[in-house]
């Protein structure tokens, strides 16, 4: 059977796309690292899905993404679809960051996608409607002086894309999505509550983003941006200097801190 595969599936875009599906009676792979959060939300889409299978995985670890795959070949799943949500926004000055941070984030957020799409192409039919979605990020669209990492690996994931889509034109769509902010955990809702500047007008809620970037990739749009005022800042950030846009980068993301890795 060809399933939909979600990373980041108990994670608050990642559980918007799982919810959005399954009341379709998409058949759902999921997976997070939590084996019972994974079972609790299986559990909970049995009424509207028949077909949901999960399997824990750290995207971080080579062998856990292995035993991912063997799981998955062991009751002869293929896909016809993933959806790559996962990701890790580590944001304060580098020099605080230690080994864990930098291997956390450039894992999940490059190598752990990269290593599932390779994984992917092989267990897919490749007909013209496979599809491919990867969620970026609007960090991406500048150099970002304090939240740094993260806003370069979301880079790296939207190259990596634009070019997986040239290799794979006619098999597959291929799609990269780069949302704004999105009120998903405590710790987001608690800086938006914060926030009194025009970052609060680009704020889109998970549902809306994902319900936009299914139909982007089935249109098989190239990089999506999703609402008015993230697709303004990134039309208003390229009229600036790139030396302007650093020192006001900087301005903006100085002064917040988000340490939010998981364990
Ligand atoms: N929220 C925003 O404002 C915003 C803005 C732009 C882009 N984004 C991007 O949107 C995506 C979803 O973010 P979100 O807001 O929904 O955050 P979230 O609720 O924290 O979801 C992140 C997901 O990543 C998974 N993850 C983290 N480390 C992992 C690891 N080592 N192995 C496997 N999975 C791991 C988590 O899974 P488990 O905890 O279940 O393991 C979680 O489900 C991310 O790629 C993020 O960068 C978010």
């Given at each position: 059977m060809?399933y939909t595969l979600i990373?980041?599936a108990?994670?608050?875009?990642?559980?918007?796309f799982t919810q959005i599906l399954a009341?379709k009676g998409t058949p759902l792979f999921l997976t997070?690292?939590?084996?019972?959060?994974l079972?609790?939300l299986k559990?909970?889409l049995?009424?509207k899905t028949s077909h949901v299978e999960v399997?824990?995985?750290?995207?971080?670890?080579?062998?856990?993404?292995?035993?991912?795959?063997?799981?998955?070949?062991?009751?002869?799943a293929?896909f016809?679809r993933?959806i790559?949500?996962?990701?890790?926004?580590?944001?304060?000055?580098?020099?605080?960051?230690?080994?864990?941070?930098?291997?956390?984030?450039?894992?999940?957020?490059?190598?752990?996608?990269?290593?599932?799409?390779?994984?992917?192409?092989?267990?897919?039919?490749?007909?013209?409607?496979?599809?491919?979605?990867?969620?970026?990020?609007?960090?991406?669209?500048?150099?970002?002086?304090?939240?740094?990492?993260?806003?370069?690996?979301?880079?790296?994931?939207?190259?990596?894309?634009?070019?997986?889509?040239?290799?794979?034109?006619?098999?597959?769509?291929?799609?990269?999505?780069?949302?704004?902010?999105?009120?998903?955990?405590?710790?987001?809702?608690?800086?938006?509550?914060?926030?009194?500047?025009?970052?609060?007008?680009?704020?889109?809620?998970?549902?809306?983003?994902?319900?936009?970037?299914?139909?982007?990739?089935?249109?098989?749009?190239?990089?999506?941006?999703?609402?008015?005022?993230?697709?303004?800042?990134?039309?208003?950030?390229?009229?600036?200097?790139?030396?302007?846009?650093?020192?006001?980068?900087?301005?903006?993301?100085?002064?917040?801190?988000?340490?939010?890795?998981?364990?």
């Amino acid at each position: 059977m060809n399933y939909t595969l979600i990373t980041g599936a108990c994670g608050g875009l990642g559980g918007a796309f799982t919810q959005i599906l399954a009341e379709k009676g998409t058949p759902l792979f999921l997976t997070g690292r939590s084996a019972e959060k994974l079972n609790t939300l299986k559990t909970s889409l049995q009424e509207k899905t028949s077909h949901v299978e999960v399997f824990p995985c750290d995207l971080r670890d080579e062998e856990s993404r292995a035993a991912f795959f063997a799981h998955a070949d062991s009751l002869g799943a293929t896909f016809d679809r993933i959806i790559y949500v996962a990701g890790v926004d580590t944001q304060m000055p580098f020099e605080q960051y230690d080994e864990a941070h930098i291997m956390t984030q450039t894992r999940v957020n490059f190598e752990g996608a990269a290593s599932f799409l390779r994984s992917f192409l092989g267990r897919s039919p490749l007909d013209g409607n496979t599809e491919i979605l990867c969620i970026g990020s609007i960090t991406s669209i500048m150099p970002e002086p304090y939240f740094a990492l993260y806003a370069a690996t979301k880079k790296a994931l939207e190259y990596f894309c634009m070019a997986l889509r040239t290799e794979l034109k006619g098999r597959a769509k291929v799609t990269v999505v780069l949302p704004g902010t999105m009120p998903t955990r405590e710790d987001i809702k608690a800086s938006i509550e914060k926030s009194r500047g025009y970052s609060r007008f680009t704020i889109l809620s998970p549902e809306k983003v994902a319900a936009k970037a299914l139909k982007a990739v089935k249109k098989n749009k190239k990089r999506v941006i999703i609402g008015f005022w993230n697709k303004l800042t990134n039309f208003g950030v390229h009229l600036i200097p790139m030396s302007w846009r650093l020192h006001f980068g900087a301005k903006v993301w100085k002064g917040s801190q988000k340490d939010f890795y998981g364990t």
